[in-house]
């Protein structure tokens, strides 16, 4: 087990010196150089001249790379020129905050109605249930999220104003007003990963339901409802956590358009400010920030499996 | 007359597939006194297994569908009990040790907890540390070496021939009155396999209970059964006590199956085999369903047009066959 985790968490460290390698040759080396990308094209020679030299991009590449990595290992992520000197980390870790809180609101709502959901329609496969199901998975797989989240807005916002229409008010700030505006992002997210996650739970617990050991469990004299959610859900439940944390990561770095929609200052709306603003040092920062959460909750995900399928836990 | 624990009665069982129906399970009846073994012999696919799922309510329904007969356990007609009413039978009066047994147990929860919960859906009264007790004993019963250990192991630590002691173990917690072993050594390795049919034994003797006990080997069969049911494309085709089977068969597929029988006693210097295949179920031929690949029958129009009902041919013994006179003469000069 601990070889496991070890190996696990070597992986890890593997795929972040990877991406921050990555993110370097891309902000060095495409043509405008983050010099020009900050000043803009009417900068004047001079005061590209000296941007360039207080960013180090006249040392040799070499120099720069193992400064910036160095930079990285020391969790040092440098000042923003573009936001008068402030710390890059005390914008994009914030940002990273509100984005978690969403995402984990979403995801948590999600699992709540996706697991009974596909459960019962699985269990009652065929029945009115199942078919109500379907039509929500089907609903929630073929709408965009935009379109969704923009319907939401129209609806809950402008026809019958019961929600602020996006914005942002820290929790210590406002409580009530900081919840009302997370409803309608969350409900967003969470229909469409609720659909997909349904359809996930209903496929896995079909599939275990048939299993020899079920059988097994019934012919004991067990009840269904022990057969049901004790011997089939805990097989089922395996795959589940992977399907949940993939989902938790992806949202992590996709929740770019729902941010800008309700104007959620996460990492999403953080990045776009910043491309426009042209404060590379914080989309760069950013990015790799993005990166490491996704590979982070990847690495618990995996973890939480071998712990959870004694199968993997012992080999 | 004795009266009979078990008693099937023209049980039909078919599956509703969505392109072709599948009769599984054709008319059979049999019967089985308190403490006798019934063999169920007979190719894959013949049905042995279905018939024996139906009668505790464990076809999948959807497809599957029982579309006739009676299941009578000691005078209980089982087949039209509710989920709720067979629980109290499943696992305490009937319980049933599976063909595979890598796929019997549930992979995520320890064997001890799987065998403990089978004693405590009967006594729920009982304490957790008696279920206990009484779980780390009926390992050590069936040959489970430190049982103590064992008993908080999940099935992937235990060997194939380990999780069939388990399983039988487990079936035999609350000392059931039937037993019913489903192929319970085809997928074990062939050291193993005498090793599970002696704990299989043991069980039966420890427990007293009456035993089914399905298998493709007749000379398994042969060393357990009292009786034999010989089964082909969801029909019974011939049944009577072991003795008479193999001295004197008179079905033409028994008689092949025993002359297909690897065995240095006999003089035979060629071992047969049947020809042709097993019938796809979905699409058994009239008729007799065995003249397709029958030596005396092949070609007789009663066999293609008529399909033979199972009748005394005496002692006990009945065939489906319309000429088990000639099947009889047919063993003789094979000597079989
Ligand atoms: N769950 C099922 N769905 C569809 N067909 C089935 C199912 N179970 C068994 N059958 C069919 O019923 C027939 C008899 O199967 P079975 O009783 O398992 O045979 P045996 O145990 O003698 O090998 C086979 O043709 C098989 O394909
Ligand atoms: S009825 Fe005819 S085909 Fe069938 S077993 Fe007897 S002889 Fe063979
Ligand atoms: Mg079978």
Redesign the interface.
């Known amino acids: 087990m601990t070889r496991y985790v070890a190996r696990r968490l070597l992986h890890g460290i593997l795929v972040m010196w990877i991406v921050s390698t990555a993110v370097f040759v891309i902000f060095r080396l495409v043509p405008g150089d983050p010099a020009a990308m900050t000043l803009g094209f009417d900068a004047s020679p001079e005061d590209y001249e000296a941007l360039r030299e207080e960013l180090g991009l006249n040392d040799p590449i070499h120099v720069q790379y193992l400064r910036w990595m160095g930079n990285l290992a020391r969790g040092d992520f440098g000042k923003s020129i573009t936001h008068g000197y402030a710390e890059v980390s005390s914008l994009v870790f914030p940002a990273l905050g509100r984005t978690l809180e969403l995402a984990a609101l979403s995801i948590l709502l999600a699992v709540i109605v996706a697991v009974p959901l596909g459960m019962i329609s699985a269990i009652r496969e065929?029945t009115w249930v199942d078919h109500i199901a379907r039509v929500f998975t089907t609903l929630g797989f073929s709408m965009p999220t935009y379109v969704m989240g923009i319907g939401l807005l129209i609806l809950l916002a402008e026809v019958f104003p019961l929600l602020p229409p996006g914005g942002y008010v820290p929790f210590g700030e406002d409580p009530v007003k900081h919840l009302s505006q997370l409803i309608m992002p969350v409900l967003t997210i969470a229909s469409v990963t609720a659909a997909r996650l349904t359809r996930f739970m209903r496929a896995g617990m079909l599939e275990v339901l048939?299993?020899?050991?079920v059988?097994?469990?019934?012919?004991?004299?067990?009840?269904?409802r022990?057969v049901n959610y004790w011997?089939a859900f805990?097989?089922a439940a395996?795959p589940l956590v992977t399907e949940v944390g993939v989902n938790f990561g992806l949202l992590v770095g996709g929740m770019v358009v729902i941010e800008q929609i309700f104007i959620w200052p996460g990492l999403g709306w953080l990045m776009i400010q910043s491309i426009l603003t042209r404060a590379f040092d914080v989309v760069q920062i950013a990015v790799l920030v993005s990166a490491a959460t996704f590979v982070i909750v990847n690495l618990l995900v995996d973890l939480t499996y071998s712990w959870?399928?004694?199968?993997i836990a012992?080999s | 007359m004795q009266v009979p624990l078990l008693t099937v009665e023209n049980l039909s069982v078919r599956f509703n597939m969505p392109d072709q129906v599948i009769n599984a399970v054709n008319g059979v009846s049999f019967s089985l006194n308190t403490g006798e073994t019934l063999g169920i012999v007979g190719e894959s696919g013949s049905g042995k297994t279905v018939t024996v799922l139906s009668i505790l309510g464990l076809i999948p329904k959807p497809p599957g569908e029982i579309t006739g007969g009676r299941a009578l356990f000691e005078g209980q007609d089982l087949l039209p009990l509710s989920t709720e009413a067979l629980r109290s039978i499943r696992g305490q009066e009937i319980s049933m040790v599976f063909q595979d047994p890598m796929t019997s147990l549930n992979p995520v929860i320890k064997v001890g907890e799987q065998l403990r919960e089978a004693l405590w859906t009967h006594n729920p009264s009982d304490s957790r540390s008696n279920h206990r007790r009484r779980g780390v004993e009926l390992l050590d019963m069936v040959g489970i070496p430190q049982p103590e250990r064992r008993y908080n192991q999940f099935p992937h630590e235990y060997s194939g021939g380990m999780r069939q002691r388990a399983m039988i173990a487990m079936a035999m917690a609350n000392r059931p009155k039937l037993l019913i072993a489903d192929e319970p050594t085809t997928a074990l390795d062939v050291t193993i396999q005498a090793q599970v049919i002696e704990t299989l034994k043991a069980a039966r003797q420890e427990t007293g209970a009456a035993s089914i006990l399905i298998t493709h080997d007749l000379g398994l069969v042969s060393q357990i059964a009292d009786r034999v049911i010989v089964m082909y494309a969801g029909r019974i085709m011939e049944e009577g006590r072991i003795g008479d089977i193999f001295s004197r068969p008179r079905h033409p597929y028994t008689i092949s199956l025993l002359a297909s029988i690897p065995s240095i006693q006999q003089r035979r210097t060629k071992l047969y085999s049947i020809p042709g295949q097993p019938p796809d179920m979905a699409n058994v031929p009239p008729g007799c369903p065995f003249h397709p690949r029958c030596a005396i029958g092949g070609d007789r129009s009663a066999c293609r047009s008529d399909s033979p009902s199972l009748l005394d041919v005496g002692a006990g013994q009945r065939a489906a066959c319309h000429f088990t006179d000639e099947a009889a003469i047919w063993a003789r000069e094979r000597g079989t």
């Open positions: 065929g048939s299993a020899d050991y059988r097994t469990a019934r012919a004991k004299g067990l009840t269904e022990r011997h805990r097989n395996i959870l399928d004694p199968r012992r």
